[in-house]
């Protein structure tokens, strides 16, 4: 490997701020020294004596170290803590002077993103570790000011940061653009790779990169483990390391404590809170100083159990693995990096962040049978530990890769990348045409668009009666056809665009069997209806195959539907799969924020349409022997669905809710505790319909029990993020089992809800549809339009009408709020709530740091 000239870029760095994110550059700095490599830091310095921006250089170890003050920038709403004009000229300076080849940020509050573009433009590679979720969350953890957890997608949240809107947006504007400098992104754990894809992180540039534990380090705490004894006897010892910091769940920890007066078989050492003024604890809770970072396997080796009750959202959590390494147990909260070493019930518990009640639960459960408890201590860590001269191995490798370059990819697939690349530059203006209104026009049409507008494409959804639509097509990219029943007017304009001179697309989207008149006399949904209504409606199927017919590509929700659209019409068929949005997830998200109203247990059944009777009907003696044995259980049917004679016994525990508009639906659906989601039979109609009633339910962390169709198979993962249930039995033991366990929902529904976020954020789904556009943009440009096939169309006529050309519009429908809470009203009751928990000490010290911050802003 050649001498390269490597820096590393770091808002805060040792000795001047310790902490998990800044030990990683400083030892990434000396393994780069170490290697032989010219190794540099530039780094943020906090000192209130110094004037801001003074800069200075140093040798540390052999580590060139400059110094840049950036002391009154530490605020989270101060818009020089993330796009600081002044650090960045400074860091041009620099540049100009040091030439490095290769510049690694780190966590670079208050220095600016404005670095990572200079160092792009100075013509250095660029590598990025998010430490945490910063690019994403002004408050750095995905936590609001109240230090409740927001949503793992952020632009999908209701946190009302202080700041307000507008700057929120312009600052998210200016993060994602600093994003387009960076050559490599490189996160701490799985877990918080997946969420800053799911945040609109290209994924291929994203890599998993987890921190190591010094090789030294790593050998005495595995040496501790061993000496620990097998056999214990009197109360178990437990430690928190995480200072009086409230995102560290500190105030949760008391909160907790509190609630456990009478226990007597634990201890609680809580290190660096000795001069937190907290009243009220119980006998049994310590409050030490905090400890030397080399005493940590000693005080390690003092005690079972780790208690991490983090509010905020942790990309890895290195206490959580050196605690593991020595043998101790861990409760943590469900913050995604401690996860990934804690297996709940095995080597520790996992509980919901933010939840003073479950954590007391959790100690409770600890303290109330000992010996089980010990028996999770000294598993170690449910995940490999890596030692930090793997981690650095790799990072110099990936360094050398950037410089050198990578073995080249081969001619054939350097095209086709600059084939698609330049595709994707013709497609400017999508053109939606759709054919209903209601749900499957907002996740088939809107969601798209929205995830499209994203990417930069400009959309526009418009009826196909609509007038204008002509004059649209002449001037769209691509075309969507979505459930367009094929008429006279829609087959001209089909044809006019084939027609045209241009690569226009055109794509059929429907997210139901009914292109298919062969299923005719198979589907126990249309029972009910007259031979006129089924005659009219099947001619409908023959419309909908007909205008699929005519396009050149199908997009469907589901793998049954793309293979069934295969199989019929030979045109290529693409899955993309209904998603989240973000009025709906926005609205999901504020009522999570709220409990659910209290009351007895409550299982829904949300019917969206008039042809779920059957549905119903097939799990309905099941649900019903399950109320005999539970007489406080609820019942909540909604929508379409009506009370049969079967449910008159229950009287009022049978309660109708009308159908929802479906932005009041997520706080109906946050107040049920079981969600059903039955479909009848094997019919190959009800395989093809998506998963949408796990996904909303999912949204407000409400677990759902669903027939083991294809699509509910894929979004659920049975027994974690929800159940599935295809016999009476199975249906009854899914059923029981959630109503029997207050904490099963809850782990349940929150696995549900991390799972909808991560996997169906706007951002993935938008490369997911770019890409579908792409594929048959590039096959009409090389093959040409879909050629007319045997099939006999089906078509009426429908003249273009403005006054039936009305789409449903993509909007948030305000809400009545309580009366605003004005910012001096708010930090009244949090100081009010301070002197309660801590003393008027606390209050001080408070008020003395909020002047300090407002004079070095001023």
């Known amino acids: 490997m050649s001498p390269m000239r490597i820096a590393q870029v770091s808002g805060h760095y040792p000795p001047n701020f310790v902490s998990g994110g800044t030990l990683v550059p400083q030892r990434v700095a000396l393994a780069a020294h170490r290697a032989g490599h010219e190794s540099y830091v530039y780094a943020g310095y906090l000192d209130e004596n110094r004037r801001p921006l003074e800069t200075w250089d140093e040798d540390v170890e052999g580590?060139?170290?400059?110094?840049?003050?950036?002391?009154?920038?530490?605020?989270?709403?101060?818009?020089?803590?993330?796009?600081?004009?002044?650090?960045?000229?400074?860091?041009?300076?620099?540049?100009?002077?040091?030439?490095?080849?290769?510049?690694?940020?780190?966590?670079?509050?208050?220095?600016?993103?404005?670095?990572?573009?200079?160092?792009?433009?100075?013509?250095?590679?660029?590598?990025?570790?998010?430490?945490?979720?910063?690019?994403?969350?002004?408050?750095?953890?995905?936590?609001?000011?109240?230090?409740?957890p927001t949503s793992l997608v952020a632009d999908l949240g209701a946190c009302?940061?202080?700041?307000?809107?507008?700057?929120?947006?312009?600052?998210?504007?200016?993060?994602?653009?600093?994003?387009?400098?960076?050559?490599?992104?490189?996160?701490?754990?799985?877990?918080?790779?997946?969420?800053?894809?799911?945040?609109?992180?290209?994924?291929?540039?994203?890599?998993?990169?987890?921190?190591?534990?010094?090789?030294?380090?790593?050998?005495?705490?595995?040496?501790?483990a061993a000496l620990r004894p097998r056999e214990a006897a009197g109360p178990l010892r437990l430690m928190y390391a995480g200072g009086a910091q409230a995102m560290k769940g500190f105030d949760v920890l008391v909160d907790a404590c509190r609630r456990l007066e009478d226990v007597s078989e634990l201890v609680l050492d809580a290190y660096g809170t000795h001069d937190a003024h907290v009243r009220s604890l119980p006998a049994w809770v310590r409050l030490e100083p905090a400890f030397a970072p080399e005493e940590l396997p000693t005080v390690l080796a003092k005690h079972d159990f780790l208690v991490l009750p983090s509010v905020m959202r942790e990309s890895h959590s290195i206490l959580t693995r050196e605690a593991l390494a020595a043998g101790l147990g861990v409760v943590c909260t469900d913050t995604l990096g401690p996860e990934e070493a804690v297996e709940d019930g095995f080597n520790g518990l996992i509980i919901p962040a933010g939840n003073p009640e479950a954590l007391a639960n959790a100690l409770r459960e600890l303290a109330s049978d000992p010996s089980n408890a010990r028996s999770m201590t000294g598993r170690g860590s449910s995940s490999p530990i890596r030692t930090f001269s793997d981690q650095a191995a790799g990072i110099l490798k990936l360094y050398e890769d950037l410089v050198d370059g990578p073995s080249a990819?081969?001619?054939?697939?350097?095209?086709?990348?600059?084939?698609?690349?330049?595709?994707?530059?013709?497609?400017?203006?999508?053109?939606?045409?759709?054919?209903?209104?209601?749900?499957?026009?907002?996740?088939?049409?809107?969601?798209?668009?929205?995830?499209?507008?994203?990417?930069?494409?400009?959309?526009?959804?418009?009826?196909?009666?609509?007038?204008?639509?002509?004059?649209?097509?002449g001037k769209a990219d691509a075309v969507v056809l979505y459930r367009v029943p094929a008429t006279n007017q829609i087959l001209e304009l089909i044809n006019s665009i084939k027609d045209s001179d241009r690569t226009v697309p055109i794509l059929f989207d429907v997210?139901?069997?009914?292109?298919?008149?062969?299923?005719?006399?198979?589907?126990?949904?249309?029972?009910?209806?007259?031979?006129?209504?089924?005659?009219?409606?099947?001619h409908g199927v023959e419309r909908y195959r007909t205008t699929l017919e005519n396009s050149d590509a199908y997009i469907g929700s589901t793998q049954v539907l793309c293979d069934r659209a295969n199989e019929l019409t030979g045109l290529?068929?693409?899955?993309?799969?209904?998603?989240?949005?973000r009025i709906l997830a926005r609205a999901s998200d504020a009522a999570v924020a709220s409990p659910r109203t209290p009351g007895p247990p409550r299982i829904g059944y949300f019917s969206g349409t008039t042809t779920h009777d059957a549905d119903w009907a097939s799990i309905e003696s099941t649900v019903t022997a399950v109320m005999e044995r539970h007489q406080d259980?609820?019942?909540?049917?909604?929508?379409?669905?009506?009370?049969?004679?079967?449910?008159?016994?229950?009287?009022?525990?049978?309660?109708?809710?009308?159908?929802?508009?479906?932005?009041?639906?997520?706080?109906?659906?946050?107040?049920?505790?079981?969600?059903?989601?039955?479909?009848?039979?094997?019919?190959?109609?009800?395989?093809?319909?998506?998963?949408?009633?796990?996904?909303?339910?999912?949204?407000?962390?409400?677990?759902?029990?669903?027939?083991?169709?294809?699509?509910?198979?894929?979004?659920?993962?049975?027994?974690?993020?929800?159940?599935?249930a295809k016999t009476p039995q199975e249906w009854e033991r899914a059923l029981e089992t959630l109503l029997e366990s207050p904490r099963v929902r809850a782990r349940v529904g929150a696995h549900a809800r991390r799972e909808a976020l991560l996997n169906y954020s706007p951002y993935l789904q938008a490369v997911v549809y770019e890409n579908i556009l792409i594929d048959v943009a590039l096959a009409v440009r090389e093959h040409g339009h879909r050629a007319h096939s045997g099939w006999k169309d089906v078509a009426d006529?429908?003249?273009?009408?403005?006054?039936?050309?009305?789409?449903d519009a993509y909007v948030a429908v305000p809400v009545p709020d309580a009366p605003p809470v004005s910012r001096t009203h708010r930090m009244l009751l949090k100081t009010q709530d301070l002197f309660q928990r801590e003393g008027a000490v606390a209050v001080v010290k408070r008020a003395v740091r909020v002047i300090r911050r407002t004079v070095a802003k001023r």
Not at 515 to 530: I, K, Q, V
């Open 409 to 473: 990819p081969s001619a054939q697939a350097d095209s086709q990348a600059a084939v698609r690349d330049a595709q994707r530059s013709l497609l400017h203006r999508i053109l939606f045409i759709v054919g209903i209104s209601g749900a499957p026009l907002r996740y088939r049409v809107h969601l798209p668009a929205e995830a499209l507008r994203i990417r930069g494409y400009n959309t526009d959804v418009r009826h196909y009666r609509d007038p204008e639509l002509t004059e649209i097509a």
């Open 633 to 724: 259980v609820v019942l909540v049917l909604g929508g379409h669905i009506q009370p049969t004679t079967a449910l008159q016994r229950f009287g009022d525990r049978v309660q109708r809710l009308p159908f929802l508009d479906w932005q009041e639906l997520p706080r109906a659906l946050r107040d049920t505790d079981i969600c059903l989601a039955p479909l009848t039979g094997d019919s190959v109609f009800n395989e093809s319909k998506s998963a949408i009633k796990w996904l909303e339910a999912a949204l407000v962390e409400t677990p759902t029990i669903a027939s083991p169709t294809q699509p509910f198979r894929e979004a659920i993962d049975d027994g974690r993020t929800g159940y599935l």
């Open 63 to 148: 580590v060139h170290v400059t110094w840049l003050v950036t002391t009154p920038w530490t605020a989270w709403d101060d818009e020089r803590n993330w796009d600081n004009p002044e650090a960045t000229a400074a860091f041009r300076t620099w540049l100009d002077r040091v030439r490095p080849q290769v510049v690694h940020f780190h966590s670079i509050q208050t220095l600016g993103v404005g670095l990572v573009e200079a160092a792009h433009n100075a013509g250095a590679r660029v590598v990025l570790t998010m430490h945490d979720f910063w690019w994403f969350c002004s408050h750095q953890f995905l936590v609001n000011e109240d230090m409740r």
């Open 160 to 224: 009302d940061c202080e700041t307000g809107g507008p700057a929120l947006r312009e600052r998210s504007a200016r993060m994602r653009r600093a994003l387009d400098a960076v050559d490599v992104v490189l996160a701490p754990s799985a877990s918080a790779a997946r969420v800053y894809a799911a945040n609109g992180v290209d994924a291929s540039i994203l890599r998993v990169d987890e921190n190591g534990l010094p090789d030294e380090q790593l050998a005495t705490l595995t040496r501790t």
């Open 797 to 807: 006529d429908e003249p273009f009408s403005s006054v039936d050309a009305r789409v």
């Open 572 to 581: 290529p068929a693409y899955r993309f799969a209904n998603g989240v949005g």
């Open 511 to 538: 997210d139901d069997l009914i292109f298919d008149p062969s299923l005719r006399g198979t589907l126990d949904n249309l029972d009910g209806l007259s031979d006129a209504e089924a005659d009219l409606w099947w």
